[in-house]
């Protein structure tokens, strides 16, 4: 029995959140424009120790609430390869010192710990979607923002040492790395179903087009995610034209810092829950879904900009919590502690329960470290649909239990520092830190030799 599943569980098909463990490079080097966190938080110094316990923490709390929970490893950081790819050379000690001379933003990008959103690694189709009937992965090209633009590689070596086996999986490369097919994985795709393991609707929500320059885009903020982009994704999934559904995101939102559509809406099984501002054209949205779905009874959520303005949804990143589905049924709402800092949200999160919809409850976690970059509880975590055949297939070593809850968190105790700012970046002494606790996390997950240290 894998992980945390009882005995009496009738379930056969789950909701795995894949968390991003947090790197031993985590920091603050404001290198995402539009993501207003990340800006305000510039240069401030990091905990990455806190940073990784606190996700360790939010895996803990899941896994205790009787969901499936998985852990995704982080990246190799520094990524040593870019840097000598861009023209610095010697040892390593004398290429981090050359880039913290002439460019400290290139040098923290390379250290940037930003796969631990692994809302951003990948979309997936689970195999109830796909013509093939495996389950299809895309990790995502990340093309927006160079330091993330560095991860897809390893993160689908990663995904393919997770889920190994050909006959259920089936990982693809990123798309093109330009702008045209700009693509940030399952921050913009939700899936509504009746079941996780009966056919479902897959949301792609995009923020511009790139090649039909008629349709709206920002003006201020750019829109990472393109409708090619998700066609394109679509498309190799083999999503037929009822298992797929092409959303516009409201521009005017993405101006005012919503980067992506896990900050304004958050969709699971038969329950889509949203701000009024989220999308162009929500009552033609409601409509396609319904009609999309007609033997499904959908919940649609609607958070009107009089009980939660928008500035107060991306504060306490209010839609970017975890809607999942208990055991017994009913869901849980999981949210950042900055919802309960908000009134404006708090408010609303007090009557949610008694709405009368499928969400009973709504639990606070602390995730500050993430937040502070612009990423919350749903950010953290990658849904991976999986039936009972596919989760035995499954590397069970990246499932989380309290064995390797412990296991991790001493391994956290052991590796990482507590304090981080940009002018720790030229120390050799980090990346021979970072590789070593890397080197033991791959031992500990069973993932072989993904890291380009290793090879
Ligand atoms: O891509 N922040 C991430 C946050 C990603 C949040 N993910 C989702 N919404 N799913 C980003 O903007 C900040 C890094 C820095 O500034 O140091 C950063 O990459």
Known sequence: ???????????????VNFDGLVGPTHNY??????????QQHAHAHSN???AAKQGLQKMQTLSELGLMQGVLAPQERPDMATLRQLGFSGNDAQVLEKAYRESPALLAACYSASSMWTANAATVSPSADTVDGRVHFTPANLVNKFHR???????????????PDTAYFCHHSALPANEAWGDEGAANHTRLCADYGTPGLELFVYGRSAFDTRLPAPKHYPARQTLEASRAVARRHGLNE?????????????????????????????????HQSAFLDTPVIVQRIRQAMPNTSLYFIEVSQEQVPVCDAIRSYLFNTQLVTLPLGHMALIAPLECAEVSSVKAYLDTLPYLNTPIKEVHYIDVKQSMQNGGGPACLRLRVALNNTELAATNSACLMNKTLFHRLNGWVEQHYRDRLNINDLRDPALLQESHAALDELTQILQLGAVYPFQR
């Open 1 to 15: 029995m894998a992980s945390n599943i009882k005995e009496t569980d009738t379930r056969t098909s789950y909701e």
């Open 29 to 38: 080097a404001g290198l995402s424009y539009g993501n207003v966190a990340s």
């Open 48 to 50: 990455p120790k806190q």
């Open 149 to 163: 633009s560095i991860e897809h590689q390893v993160t689908g070596r990663i995904l393919s040492r997770v889920f």
């Open 242 to 274: 009822q298992r797929a559904l092409f959303i516009a995101q409201n521009p005017a939102v993405i101006d005012q810092g919503v980067f992506h559509n896990d900050v304004i809406a958050v969709g699971n099984q038969n329950v889509l829950f949203y």
